[in-house]
């Protein structure tokens, strides 16, 4: 069943579990982590980001997205994570995305609040849900030393009227986490998340999630997190699941393929059950 945000995050947001958001690049990738989803019968959020686009054309990965939602048990979400520019943020809802975040966590505070109003206005009248980005999550470079990072970090009081003015959906907020792989053991600021919990509304998100620890992510889903992207995780277990194939004797594709179908599943179902924790989810 496709659906948006909306239809995932509340309930999320009102019983204090996490939804996960997969990033998927392939048809490999959409297979794995939709049936995790069933065997679970937890919602789930699929999509890209425009980083990935140069992996899988946005135009031709929804072509099996959107349909495979359409399809599915379960509550799927189609997002377009981390759109960069106005005009890809438009094309992925012309193609018919649930669902888009407008990262415009770079440009200055009044810029950030100007471009993701005026996209959000547009995204509501296809239906779709907006997710926007205050304070900045680290790349993949990960460089920064921990505690350097809370310059980014995101204020509650500025996160209260960036929500009422932009109208979003969804906050995804910089609480000390980074993009990819950790070079350094990630700091999270639990009560900085509690604090923008208790003043706004609206669902907040834990982007650089692959990589932390069990423990954080549920101190960080039990302090108000409703979303917890995962890419890196998948990423690496596709290709460890290549890997294993060869080792097993197996060299030709529709050998390998299964394999990672299996072990992109595998990963992705334990995460929906740490997020989910003992919640009965609504469906």
Same mark, same amino acid.
Request: charged share 25%; glycine share 8%.
């Given at each position: #069943?496709? *659906?948006?945000?909306?239809?995932?995050?509340?309930?999320?947001?009102?019983?204090?579990?996490?939804?996960?958001?997969?990033?998927?690049?392939?048809?490999?990738?959409?297979?794995?982590?939709?049936?995790?989803?069933?065997?679970?019968?937890?919602? *789930? %959020? %699929? &999509?890209?980001?425009?980083?990935?686009?140069?992996?899988?054309?946005?135009?031709?990965? !929804?072509?099996?997205?959107?349909?495979?939602?359409?399809?599915?048990?379960?509550?799927?979400?189609?997002?377009?994570?981390?759109?960069?520019?106005?005009?890809? $943020?438009?094309?992925?809802?012309?193609? &018919?995305?649930?669902?888009?975040?407008?990262? $415009?966590? #770079?440009?200055?505070?009044?810029?950030?609040? +100007? +471009?993701?109003?005026?996209?959000?206005?547009?995204?509501?009248?296809?239906?779709?849900?907006?997710?926007?980005?205050?304070?900045?999550?680290?790349?993949? /470079?990960?460089?920064?030393?921990?505690? =350097?990072?809370?310059?980014?970090?995101?204020?509650?009081?500025?996160?209260?009227?960036?929500?009422?003015?932009?109208?979003?959906?969804?906050?995804? @907020?910089?609480?000390?986490?980074?993009?990819?792989?950790?070079?350094? +053991?990630?700091?999270?600021?639990?009560?900085?998340?509690?604090?923008?919990?208790?003043?706004?509304?609206?669902?907040?998100?834990?982007?650089?999630?692959?990589?932390?620890?069990?423990?954080?992510?549920?101190?960080?889903?039990? $302090?108000?997190?409703?979303?917890?992207? @995962?890419?890196?995780? @998948? =990423? %690496?277990?596709? !290709?460890?699941?290549?890997?294993?194939?060869? /080792?097993? &004797?197996?060299?030709?594709?529709?050998?390998?393929?299964?394999?990672?179908? /299996?072990? %992109?599943?595998?990963?992705?179902?334990? +995460?929906?059950?740490?997020?989910?924790?003992?919640?009965?989810?609504?469906?």
């Amino acid at each position: #069943m496709l *659906v948006n945000l909306n239809d995932v995050l509340l309930p999320a947001k009102r019983q204090r579990y996490g939804v996960g958001l997969f990033n998927t690049v392939n048809l490999e990738m959409a297979r794995g982590v939709l049936a995790a989803a069933e065997r679970t019968g937890s919602p *789930v %959020i %699929i &999509g890209t980001a425009e980083v990935l686009l140069p992996y899988g054309p946005l135009e031709e990965l !929804s072509y099996f997205l959107l349909p495979m939602a359409r399809k599915s048990k379960v509550k799927v979400v189609v997002h377009y994570d981390h759109g960069l520019t106005f005009e890809k $943020c438009i094309e992925a809802l012309k193609l &018919g995305f649930s669902s888009v975040m407008y990262d $415009c966590s #770079m440009d200055s505070y009044e810029d950030n609040v +100007k +471009k993701v109003k005026e996209l959000t206005y547009i995204a509501h009248s296809f239906g779709a849900s907006v997710e926007g980005e205050l304070g900045h999550v680290g790349g993949a /470079e990960g460089n920064e030393q921990p505690d =350097n990072l809370s310059f980014f970090y995101t204020d509650p009081e500025q996160a209260k009227d960036y929500t009422d003015r932009t109208g979003i959906d969804a906050l995804a @907020i910089a609480v000390g986490t980074v993009h990819g792989v950790y070079k350094f +053991k990630p700091k999270l600021d639990f009560e900085r998340i509690e604090a923008i919990r208790n003043i706004i509304d609206v669902p907040l998100v834990l982007h650089g999630g692959s990589g932390l620890s069990d423990k954080d992510f549920r101190k960080a889903i039990a $302090c108000g997190i409703s979303k917890v992207n @995962i890419f890196t995780d @998948i =990423n %690496i277990a596709a !290709s460890q699941a290549v890997k294993k194939a060869y /080792e097993d &004797g197996k060299d030709c594709m529709t050998d390998i393929i299964p394999y990672q179908v /299996e072990k %992109i599943a595998a990963v992705t179902e334990n +995460k929906i059950k740490l997020f989910k924790g003992s919640v009965i989810i609504e469906n």
